[in-house]
């Protein structure tokens, strides 16, 4: 246990300081919602109606983005090697880490959302909503992506490749997400279904994603 | 004979080559059957001719879920059992497998043209049919993005696994999002409500098409196997131009070009 939040909180340590890069998602959100209005238009009342899908949209693309990097740094200078013969399960050394990984990177995306509502002309409730969704839809994003970092790290391959990898697996996700926020803002639908289904996804996620990808480091690291 | 007395190639290949005439015959001759049974089958009350794309979209529709459960039972036997053959049978199925899903979904849009009235509707069922194709193509972009295939073999069959596990939580969000914008008025057809006209011929050639992926999956197989003996004889051969060089006997242009003329 301790071996596991000493992990953590090298992980939370690392990301945050210079070098670490766990910020530049949030720069990276930002930047995507504020280059929607461009796309589609300064018009408030459609930006207000596309809110949520492009929040989450910018939210998915930015926790991929910043996975990319969960084990090559660690694999680049050897401390992949270390975890992967330590004594603790190879599964909780992922979760630990793909943990870590969300409170670092994963986090600052949702307390950075009711900003962003304001850009897009979300009201007080439907922010929420946004960040509700978020908070409970983000570990799901994580902890799937976290299959294709390690395959990436196991590949010398990463970027595009895990994107394209990724990206159809967080398919449910996204629908759930954006479902639940919609049905706060225009209804018909009940909030809870589509959000409890929402916090279904990320807890099967949190059980297959590391299995997928200790399997997968342990087959693919030599 | 075993699966596993097929963990040696060289049975292998000598198995199939026995069995794949009669494989390759068979499907033929279900095929024509099939055909000809489509071909006669009465016009749709209500679709008219169209109906007879159903012959060979639904095939195609049902072999593309197929092959996915094939590559996954291939992957389990890469992982847990290590046959040697689990990681060829995967891989060349993974292209047959993206142009059964590809045929389903062309197919389908050729029907949805007259009868829709669009090529593309973001139905449900045409949703998840093409992630599905997103995601064969994202594994074959896996296969062909490293050079070594044994370390290629584990992270794709990792890979096909999930995907196994995420096709039907895939399937069931799409339908839900699909309900959420659009009540369900896309026809669909019962498969008990097929009047017998239709479903006789429909069932020879699902038998015909499965048959034509069993067979243009051993002949993938096969075509796998000698490509990798091919590339380890390239890469013996390259070691040993390099090995003879490095002895510097004078004469390496030479040697090399005996090398390559030797084999």
């Not at chain 1, 959302?113 to 922010?127: E, H, I, S, Y």
């Not at chain 2, 198995?15 to 009465?42: D, F, K, N, S």
């Not at chain 2, 389903?104 to 949703?127: F, K, V």
């Not at chain 2, 959420?180 to 429909?202: C, E, N, T, Y």
Request: net charge positive; glycine share 8%; hydrophobic share 60%.
């Amino acid at each position: 246990m301790t071996a596991l939040s000493a992990l953590i909180r090298r992980d939370i340590r690392i990301a945050l300081r210079v070098g670490g890069g766990a910020l530049i998602g949030v720069l990276f959100f930002l930047t995507v919602v504020v280059l929607m209005p461009f796309a589609v238009g300064p018009d408030l009342a459609l930006l207000s109606r596309l809110g949520p899908a492009i929040l989450w949209l910018g939210a998915l693309l930015a926790s991929l983005l910043t996975l990319d990097r969960l084990f090559m740094a660690d694999h680049e200078d050897g401390s992949l090697d270390l975890i992967t013969m330590s004594r603790t399960p190879l599964e909780l050394a992922c979760a630990a880490k793909a943990l870590a990984h969300w409170l670092a990177a994963g986090l600052p995306l949702i307390v950075a959302t009711p900003v962003l509502g304001l850009l897009l002309n979300l009201d007080m409730v439907a922010t929420g909503a946004v960040a509700l969704t978020l908070l409970a839809g983000t570990p799901a994003l994580t902890f799937t992506g976290m299959i294709g970092a390690a395959l990436a790290v196991t590949l010398h391959r990463g970027g595009l490749l895990m994107a394209v990898l990724v990206l159809p697996l967080s398919i449910p996700v996204l629908i759930f997400g954006v479902a639940a926020s919609q049905a706060v803002i225009v209804g018909p639908m009940t909030f809870g279904a589509p959000f409890s289904i929402l916090c279904a996804l990320s807890l099967v996620s949190l059980v297959i994603g590391p299995f997928a990808a200790a399997a997968s480091l342990r087959h693919g690291l030599d | 004979m075993t699966l596993i007395d097929l963990a040696n190639p060289t049975r292998f290949l000598a198995l199939t080559a026995r069995v794949l005439p009669w494989l390759a015959a068979a499907t033929v001759v279900l095929l024509a059957i099939g055909l000809y049974q489509a071909a006669l089958a009465p016009d749709d009350y209500q679709q008219g001719a169209t109906v007879k794309i159903m012959f060979i979209h639904v095939p195609n529709a049902w072999l593309s879920m197929f092959v996915w459960g094939v590559m996954s039972i291939a992957s389990l036997g890469t992982l847990v059992w290590r046959h040697p053959l689990a990681d060829v049978a995967a891989k060349a199925a993974a292209p047959i497998g993206a142009a059964f899903t590809f045929l389903a979904l062309l197919t389908g849009s050729l029907w949805g043209r007259p009868m829709w009235g669009t090529y593309w509707e973001w139905d449900a069922r045409l949703t998840s049919v093409l992630i599905l194709f997103l995601m064969y193509l994202g594994l074959m972009a896996l296969w062909r993005a490293v050079d070594d295939p044994s370390r290629a073999a584990r992270a794709a069959a990792v890979l096909t696994l999930v995907g196994a596990l995420n096709l039907p939580i895939i399937k069931f969000s799409v339908d839900w999002w699909n309900t959420l914008h659009q009540p369900a008025s896309v026809m669909r057809m019962g498969g008990s409500a097929l009047d017998k006209s239709f479903l006789i011929p429909l069932l020879v050639m699902a038998i015909a098409f499965t048959l034509l992926f069993v067979t243009l999956h051993l002949a993938a197989m096969r075509n796998e196997i000698l490509r990798r003996r091919v590339r380890s004889l390239q890469m013996m051969q390259a070691s040993r131009v390099a090995f003879s060089s490095e002895m510097g006997t004078g004469s390496r242009g030479q040697n090399a070009s005996n090398e390559v003329g030797a084999a």
